[in-house]
Nanobody, 124 residues
Framework: QVQLVESGGGLVQAGDSLRLSCAASGRTFSTYTMGWFRQAPGKEREFVASINWSGSTTDYADSVKGRFTISRDNAKNTLYLQMNSLKPEDTAVYYC?????????????????WGQGTQVTVSS
């Protein structure tokens, strides 16, 4: 089992950057596929990005391609999401998630463990 704690959210202006972090407990972080999801008020949770255990394979939602970068540091048990050129429509609670299977997935039901979320608000 793994416990996840997100940090790094905040209030920024359109065009600014933020880096989210997700600290994982346990010694098996490097074996998990990891993902970032977000949920805006009144909307379903949606996929943002995913990364395999080694960091060699990533996937992104079309809405964030070219602006967001997912990465991980297995030595530090930490997942990151670098968000550049932020837009008001990026406003949401951002969640990190861990998946036991070694294949990238883009739907929430495919992930086994979730953090509590961190709020990102982008003003226009």
């Amino acid at each position: 089992q793994v416990q996840l704690v997100e940090s790094g959210g905040g209030l920024v202006q359109a065009g600014d950057s933020l880096r989210l972090s997700c600290a994982a407990s346990g010694r098996t972080f490097s074996t998990y596929t990891m993902g970032w999801f977000r949920q805006a008020p009144g909307k379903e949770r949606e996929f943002v990005a995913s990364i395999n255990w080694s960091g060699s394979t990533t996937d992104y939602a079309d809405s964030v391609k070219g602006r967001f970068t997912i990465s991980r540091d297995n030595a530090k048990n930490t997942l990151y999401l670098q968000m550049n050129s932020l837009k008001p429509e990026d406003t949401a609670v951002y969640y990190c998630a861990a998946r036991r299977l070694p294949v990238i997935a883009t739907t929430p039901r495919d992930y086994n463990y979730w953090g509590q979320g961190t709020q990102v608000t982008v003003s226009s």
